[in-house]
């Protein structure tokens, strides 16, 4: 039976490939989790969000690794998506997902692809797309974007 080592952990003093032996990316191993929360706005407030329009979430820093991305609302959004990435990739972490489930926390997921990254090079500004139908303006909705860190 063969024994295989994740990524994280080739050239480490676990699998004995190196000498002297790397170290494990902190923040793929042992990293610490952090989070940014992005509100819409509060409960009475005004702005809706049409089909297209972004919210901006917050910036990565360099050397994040992201996690995961939730939602929480206190209207159902119905038809409306969220896409969660980059103005230049729009869709990079999440995929047009829909936040119907109310006054409860929802994982909205992370793409393999982009999970499968390792740590960013340099900072990143994240965005949130609406896609398909209006949030209305009442709406309470907050996104969380989990990642992990060296610090």
Known sequence: MATYYAREFI???VDGTQNPPKMANAAAVDGKVRSIDATK???????ALAAADKLYLGRLPA???ATGFFGITDTTLGTSTISIGTLAAPTKYVNAQ???TVNQKVSLGINAAARDDGPL???EDLYATIGTAT???????VLETEYKATA
């Open 63 to 65: 050397g994040a690794i």
């Open 135 to 141: 949030v209305a303006a009442a709406t309470v909705l």
């Open 121 to 123: 090079a340099a900072p």
């Open 11 to 13: 050239g480490t003093s």
């Open 41 to 47: 706005n509060p409960a009475g407030g005004t702005q």
């Open 98 to 100: 829909t936040l119907t």
